[in-house]
Nanobody
Framework: VQLQASGGGLVQTGGSLRLSCVDS????????MAWFRQAPGKEREFVAT????????VVADSVKGRFTISRDNAKNTLYLQMNSLKPEDTAIYYC?????????????????WGQGTQVTVSS
């Protein structure tokens, strides 16, 4: 497994979680990375992306102002800080490593995917 996601769990509405994703490849810091999510019965959707240096980020409108993506290249780790969680944020969250140095919201730009971590927000 090249990407290992963790940090999911059960939280109440308004709560917070921090997801982590460790990329075991060397070097991983040359690539953009992203978080996607898939809710039951729905297609996988883009959540947030970050470029290889961590200087450029984009988040989906549905999570803007609540979620923050970041990375620590020294630790080969990607993060997703999720605040003010809502029941509609319930999904399996996947991290992915891009083919390119920049971030992207397009699934086709991602080569490596983690196994996913479940986030459940209760109302």
């Amino acid at each position: 497994v090249q990407l290992q996601a963790s940090g999911g769990g059960l939280v109440q509405t308004g709560g917070s979680l921090r997801l982590s994703c460790v990329d075991s490849r060397r070097p991983s810091s040359n690539n953009g990375m992203a978080w996607f999510r898939q809710a039951p019965g729905k297609e996988r959707e883009f959540v947030a992306t970050i470029d290889w240096r961590g200087g450029s980020t984009v988040v989906a409108d549905s999570v803007k102002g609540r979620f923050t993506i970041s990375r620590d290249n020294a630790k080969n780790t990607l993060y997703l800080q999720m605040n003010s969680l809502k029941p509609e944020d319930t999904a399996i969250y996947y991290c992915a490593t891009s083919l390119y140095a920049r971030g992207s919201s397009q699934e086709g730009h991602y080569r490596y995917w983690g196994q996913g971590t479940q986030v459940t927000v209760s109302s």
